[in-house]
């Protein structure tokens, strides 16, 4: 059965011992963040921030439509296109890594990848619920190494 993005947060905040949401964020601040960054966020981005904001969970700090600059996605877009020219301009970051300036961005089409300057993509999943749920069945699974489900694609999007 294919979850939803509220649900699959709504099992992590309950898994977890130390989650916290911000809060909801009114559509028209999203749509700004989109305007901004100049691109279209994933439903589940979208649905994700409108609902959390942004959350924090068992070590993970999952960007959002926010004020806080280490956690927001247009201030952590903006900084990676503005240090890195590969950075490709039709992503948005969800998730500093905090190893070498990796972070973990999705598509308008929700694939989500791990960018990191001078290496080829790496797809991790091909939704924003793929990824969380990723992360809570593996734990010790930090985000430079997620085995199984590595492919190497180049900055376009291509296998």
Not at 78 to 84: C, E, G, I, L, S
């Given at each position: 059965?294919?979850?939803d993005?509220i ?25 700004q963040?989109?305007e ?9 981005f ?23 600059r ?29 190893i ?34 990723g992360?809570?069945m ?13 492919r190497m694609?180049?900055?376009?999007g291509?296998?």
């Amino acid at each position: 059965m294919k979850q939803d993005i509220i649900e699959v947060i709504n099992l992590l905040a309950n898994e977890s011992d130390d989650f916290f949401a911000k809060g909801e964020v009114e559509s028209s601040k999203i749509a700004q963040a989109e305007e901004t960054l100049g691109v279209h966020f994933s439903k589940d981005f979208w649905e994700y921030t409108q609902k959390f904001g942004y959350i924090e969970a068992d070590g993970m700090e999952l960007c959002g439509v926010v004020d806080s600059r280490h956690v927001s996605t247009v201030i952590r877009t903006q900084y990676m296109r503005d240090n890195f020219s590969d950075f490709p301009k039709d992503c948005y970051v969800i998730e500093s890594v905090g190893i070498d300036n990796a972070v973990i961005m999705q598509k308008s089409d929700g694939k989500v990848y791990q960018f990191l300057h001078n290496h080829k993509l790496m797809l991790f999943a091909n939704s924003l619920n793929e990824y969380l749920l990723g992360k809570k069945m593996k734990p010790e699974t930090n985000a430079v190494n997620i085995g199984s489900h590595e492919r190497m694609i180049d900055n376009q999007g291509y296998q």
